[in-house]
């Protein structure tokens, strides 16, 4: 397998705050990768880093593309998601006045080319264009079980629907490597393990990686191929399920003295 | 003859100074409690002015002493604008918490705009001569060349008032129960401060700093106007923004050194581009640092 | 009775806190005090209707109900005159129709009113591409307005360029006064944003005060020539209507422009950049490019409505452009409703014709127009008209509808 995502020495300060601690992580193709830890163990702030909403004090990123390695450290954030990194959010960062197709063809942004002149002409090629990102974003509302409510405002879906329509943002973005912050936090049982299936078809149906931060075991366990285990901001684990199941210092560290498995 | 001419700039500019750090420390306090730019702060100013002119106007009449009206008129001041301030907040701050940060900005624009006309309509649109009610200083007559009995009224009563303005924040109740506000309105709510009570606080704690603030200058100007409030208020944001705002000491530092800045630009260059120069300073540091002299840099969380 | 109890503590509050300003006027000069106590009665009697309404409001607002209905009516039923086309053509037509008949029927001095009415209706819909779509709060719209004017003064006094030459060149000009401003700015939080831009515009139109060579100073610029028409020398009336064309004409183009800009790629990613900057960013968008797309585009219309505006009064000077003017056409997209057309172009005639025709109201107008902003970000921050959702032709619901049908 090759690797898609390729994270090197990674570190991270707030102040005299050390967030992130020389942290290795690589991703190979169609992988669905787990980052897990206790609160505070700086596992969104490695999203940050690596999406370049943070400048990472030190360490590299690089996604490899066919043949081509890139370089996304010292990238701005909308040139990361351009080259195929697309995220959600831990906190849901929806656009809530807009509705729920709008939200996704938001996503298709940097898929499209039209700019004001096209906007104001409508010439053929832009109407096209438009026409192809709104049925883009249909048929991924479709595919996250949304597009009956295509047209309500953002803000007023259920939890567990916006964080769908989070992934289904991210997915307009056509990425190589989807990174999703806590998608399961919030969700009762039954809408977790549909979101389980909804994760699996993504990767299934699309030629893509994944990078999950989650606090439910069930999910990490049970989804993962493999899992990297960080706790105040340095890796303390990384390897197979059942390989994390049995870590003394996992259990130790994240899972606590009581027993899990 | 040229250092006294500087030394003449110098004081000028820390009169002016003072006056700017007096209202400045009302922007930094509800700044630094709710984040907001307290548009009509300069106009509860204003309003303090007025106040004053008007008790001043009536006492004269009695034919009270000078330096006895002043006390009283400086001291309605301070009363009415703390209920101003009070009032402001409850009407058009309160509504909003919890809003888009950006509602409580325009509603606080509107209150400046409204409060303005109010005064406008209910007074006049003339400037009004204020009466001149300062005690001479005998032993001014020594350095009178570089500062006027103003002058000196203005620099010791600003200083004192920011004296115990610190003394309140640092040693009282109220004042450490407002400190922790300001750092974590969550937790200090958790640890039963009443956030509400705390915000209604520095509201008038603010305002009546304005209103001193206000009477100081219409006694050191001799007239009041409308509109003073608008560019006061601007020039004290920008002394607020300069120290860093949200910090106390640097609303002082920051008023010090707009004053000083205009003083020296206006005695050695021209006087023609004094308001530029203040505009021009509030966007160079919002643009740069936007932290001030004396802030800490905050980083946006995600 | 207990609401009616604590309305009256309130109207004793306001009157005790109004009781200096409002009851008592000193005339220095004369050493007389007027005394003005009707004027706290009715203050008193106004603050205790204003405190029950208050109160319900409030109830209203906290059971999520609308809080004003008469709006929410409009609304309805603009809604249902948007959804039912022939209604929509004919209202369309009669609104156009009435516009276009206006200055052959009534006098000069309303075809004069009725020309700053539109400006302002431009001027708004220009800053709603700002403030309403992009949601950058800009305070120093007034600014690019002044833009405009100065460079038609400017250049016809020093160069004798005509309207139609300084037209294109005012939108230029107010383009890179807009553009010179976004850079520096990009970073900004909402707020010192909104700062800074005031403060541009202060150092604008201080500049326009002071440099006397270029601008005439305090005194401004006059006899700038009203538009020719092919040469054609207009009496007034005649020069007054042709300039009422000529706004209308801009009116409906900027309308057109912004309907069209709001339906398409570039105002989806404005919208976004309104509602979250750090989403809007990780979806892809070039946060710098957009920023400054909308600056553009706002200052481009203001740029125009300024070179128009010289030529309607022929004359210009710096207190045209302050603060308050600014705000003035802020509370116009505020009470309009942030992005939406109709409801701005509403709200600007409603703002500026309203003290024309009412004079009772025009001594209150500031008044008002601050009031205006703190009540509709309390109780209605959406706007008059809200809830316009643009609609999306899904290929594959046509497709499953004729296939239903079929
Ligand atoms: N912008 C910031 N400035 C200062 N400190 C920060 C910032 N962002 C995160 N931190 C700190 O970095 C540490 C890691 O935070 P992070 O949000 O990455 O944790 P996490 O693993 O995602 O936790 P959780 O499971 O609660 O989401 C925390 O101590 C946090 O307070
Ligand atoms: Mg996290």
């Known amino acids: 397998m090759k690797p898609v995502l390729e994270v090197k020495g990674l570190s991270k300060n707030f102040g005299g705050l050390r967030a992130l601690n020389d942290v290795d992580l690589t991703i190979h193709q169609g992988e669905i990768v787990a980052l897990i830890g206790p609160n505070g163990a700086g596992k969104t702030t490695f999203f940050n880093c690596i999406t370049g909403i943070y400048v990472p004090t030190e360490g590299s990123v690089t996604l490899h593309k066919g043949e081509q390695a890139i370089v996304l450290n010292g990238k701005k954030p909308h040139e990361v998601t351009a080259l195929g990194m697309a995220r959600t959010f831990q906190n849901i960062r929806l656009f809530p006045d807009m509705t729920v197709l709008e939200n996704v063809m938001v996503g298709r942004h940097c898929r499209t080319k039209a700019g004001i002149i096209g906007a104001l002409l409508r010439d053929p090629i832009t109407r096209a264009e438009t026409q192809d990102s709104i049925d883009k974003s249909y048929a991924l509302l479709e595919s996250v079980n949304l597009h009956e409510v295509y047209h309500e405002t953002a803000r007023n879906l259920s939890y567990g629907a916006q964080r769908r329509l989070e992934i289904a943002r991210a997915m307009a973005t056509e990425p190589q490597v989807l990174l999703l912050d806590e998608p399961a936090a919030g969700m009762n049982p039954q809408e977790t393990r549909e979101l389980e299936g909804l994760v699996q078809q993504i990767r299934e149906q699309n030629e893509l990686s994944i990078l999950l931060i989650e606090h439910d075991m069930g999910m990490v366990m049970s989804m993962s191929d493999r899992i990297y285990v960080m706790e105040y901001g340095s890796r303390i684990a990384a390897g197979t399920p059942a390989e994390i199941r049995s870590n003394p210092q996992v259990i130790k560290a994240y899972l606590g003295e009581g027993d899990y498995a | 003859m040229d250092f006294q001419y500087f030394l003449e700039l110098f004081f000028g500019g820390l009169t002016r100074g003072s006056i700017y750090a007096l209202i400045a420390l009302g922007y930094t306090l509800v700044y630094g409690i709710i984040e907001l730019i307290n548009f009509a702060h300069g106009e509860v100013y204003m309003i303090g002015a007025f106040t004053a002119l008007i008790v001043a106007g009536l006492l004269g009449f009695t034919g009270f002493p000078a330096a006895g009206i002043l006390v009283v008129a400086a001291l309605a001041a301070v009363i009415w604008c703390a209920a101003y301030g009070y009032t402001l907040e409850k009407v058009a701050y309160k509504p909003l918490r919890g809003a888009p940060r950006l509602s409580p900005l325009i509603s606080a624009i509107g209150m400046s705009i409204f409060l303005q006309n109010y005064v406008l309509l209910s007074q006049t649109s003339d400037f009004v001569p204020f009466p001149r009610l300062l005690p001479e200083f005998d032993f001014l007559e020594y350095i009178g060349y570089i500062m006027g009995p103003s002058d000196f009224l203005i620099l010791v009563t600003s200083t004192c008032t920011m004296v115990a303005l610190t003394c309140f924040i640092r040693y009282t109740k109220m004042g450490k129960a407002m400190r922790a506000t300001a750092q974590n309105r969550k937790m200090a709510m958790l640890l039963g401060i009443d956030a509400d009570r705390i915000i209604s606080l520095t509201f008038i704690v603010g305002s009546a700093l304005a209103a001193i603030g206000g009477v100081l200058i219409a006694s050191h100007m001799g007239q009041v106007n409308f509109n003073i409030g608008f560019l006061a208020g601007m020039k004290a944001f920008t002394a607020a923004v300069l120290g860093g705002i949200g910090s106390l000491p640097g609303a002082m530092l920051g008023g010090m050194v707009l004053g000083l800045c205009e003083s020296f630009t206006t005695g050695y260059i021209s006087g023609n581009y004094e308001d530029v120069l203040a505009f021009g300073i509030l966007i160079v540091i919002l643009i740069f640092r936007p932290d001030g002299i004396l802030g800490k840099a905050k980083v946006q969380k995600v | ?406």
């Not at chain 3, 120093?140 to 006094?157: K, N, S």
């Not at chain 3, 706007?383 to 609609?391: A, I, N, P, Q």
């Open chain 3, 1 to 406: 009775m207990q609401r009616i109890l604590k309305s009256a503590l309130v109207a004793l509050w306001f009157m005790v806190l109004t009781f200096p300003l409002l009851a008592i006027k000193i005339n220095p000069v004369s050493k007389t005090v007027s005394w003005h106590f009707d004027r706290v009665a009715m203050l008193a009697v106004g603050i205790f209707v204003l405190a029950l309404g208050w109160d319900w409001c409030f109830s209203r607002k906290n059971r999520g109900l609308p809080v004003f209905s008469l709006p929410q009516n409009i609304t309805a039923r603009m809604s249902a005159i948007a959804n039912n086309m022939a209604l929509r053509r004919a209202s369309l037509f009669f609104i156009v129709g009435a516009l276009v008949a206006m200055p052959l029927t009534s006098s000069l001095y309303q075809t004069n009113i009725m020309i700053s009415a539109l400006l302002y209706v431009m001027l708004a819909l220009g800053l709603n591409i700002v403030v309403g779509l992009a949601g950058q709060l800009v305070l120093g719209y007034a600014a690019f307005y002044a833009v405009g004017a100065y460079t038609y003064g400017i250049l016809f006094q020093h160069f004798g360029l005509g309207f139609w030459a300084c037209l294109p060149l005012g939108g230029v000009f107010a383009v890179l006064f807009g553009l010179g401003l976004g850079f520096p700015v990009l970073r900004l939080r909402g707020d010192y944003l909104a700062i800074v831009t005031l403060g541009f515009g202060e150092i604008v139109r201080l500049s326009l005060q002071n440099w006397s060579d270029l601008t005439g100073g305090p005194a401004g610029i006059a006899n700038i020539p009203r538009p020719g028409l092919f040469g054609v020398d207009l009496s007034l009336e005649g020069s007054t209507t042709y300039i009422y064309y000529l706004v209308l004409a801009a009116v409906f183009l900027t309308v057109l422009v912004i309907g069209r800009l709001r339906n398409s790629r570039v105002g989806l990613a404005l919208k976004a950049l309104r509602e979250d900057e750090i989403a809007c960013e990780a979806m892809g968008i070039n946060l710098m490019r957009i920023k400054l797309s909308a600056f553009a585009l706002g200052s481009c219309w203001a740029g125009f409505a300024g070179v128009i505006f010289a030529a309607k009064t022929t004359f210009i000077n710096p207190s045209s452009f302050t603060f308050m003017d600014s705000c003035m056409i802020l509370s116009m997209v505020v009470l309009g409703g942030m992005g939406s057309i109709s409801g701005v172009a509403i709200a600007a005639m409603i703002l500026i014709l309203a003290p024309e025709y009412l004079r009772a109201f025009s001594e209150y107008r500031m008044l008002i127009f601050g009031l205006i902003m703190v009540l509709m970000m309390i109780f209605r921050p959406q706007g008059l008209v809200s809830g316009e959702k643009l609609t999306y032709r899904i290929s594959a619901l046509l497709a499953k509808g004729k296939g239903g049908a079929a």
